[in-house]
């Protein structure tokens, strides 16, 4: 496989896309955030609410490469992008305003270090009934890492062989599984390839 050879993104290059970001901001209103992996179950930064949201347009997709937290350089692992087309059920979270700086500071630093993701305004469909624009990281199909080519032969051998410095890819999409089970949502796809990885690792 070909080694990944990331470039993690200046502290100038993070500050400039999340200004860019913020610029319709008002600085007095909350602001949402989408989550569709990791961030539904391990947010790890502070909200005033949740709910499971709809977004259209994009769909869940195990299509980027990871060299550190569910992999190596010798071994990629694999974790999920927004990609385009279809669309998605995930969680979204209430930012209020007071905290919206530090949290999306924080955002930025998880999720955009390798410039992996395009964050992106969106429409997203509350369970609740309403609507809110929420902020989600979508892929960059130009990114260094991204394998949206891979077959799901090739998705289940990475799930069961990467580990990072977090676990395994194949843990990272059983939870990402469990968490939207939790919460009464169903994402076929994934199931089917946690199906089939857990399969082969009970083989003998």
């Known amino acids: 496989m070909?080694?990944?050879?990331?470039?993690?993104?200046s502290e100038a290059q993070l500050r400039a896309s999340l200004d860019s970001s913020l610029t319709r901001w008002d600085g007095r209103s909350p602001l949402w955030v989408f989550g569709y992996g990791s961030l539904i179950w391990k947010p790890e930064f502070e909200f005033e609410a949740r709910e499971p949201a709809h977004i259209h347009g994009y769909h869940r997709r195990l299509c980027?490469?990871?060299?550190?937290?569910?992999?190596t350089h010798e071994s990629p692992g694999i974790v999920a992008g927004l990609d385009r087309g279809g669309s998605c059920l995930g969680m979204a979270y209430r930012i209020c305003a007071a905290h919206v700086a530090d949290v999306f500071?924080?955002?930025?630093?998880?999720?955009?270090?390798?410039?992996?993701y395009q964050p992106t305004w969106m429409r997203a469909r509350l369970r609740s009934g309403g609507e809110a624009e929420a902020l989600a990281f979508v892929v960059c199909r130009d990114a260094h890492n991204y394998c949206g080519d891979l077959?799901?032969?090739d998705v289940i051998d990475i799930l069961v062989t990467a580990r990072g410095l977090r676990g395994t890819s194949?843990?990272?999409?059983?939870?990402?599984?469990?968490?939207?089970?939790?919460v009464g949502l169903r994402d076929p796809h994934l199931e089917r390839l946690a199906h089939r990885a857990a399969q082969r690792t009970s083989l003998p």
Request: hydrophobic share 40%.
């Open 151 to 153: 077959t799901e032969d």
């Open 170 to 182: 194949l843990d990272y999409l059983q939870r990402t599984v469990a968490a939207l089970h939790e």
């Open 105 to 116: 500071r924080q955002l930025w630093e998880r999720e955009m270090f390798l410039g992996s």
């Open 64 to 71: 980027l490469r990871s060299v550190l937290y569910r992999g």
């Open 2 to 9: 070909t080694r990944i050879a990331p470039v993690r993104w």
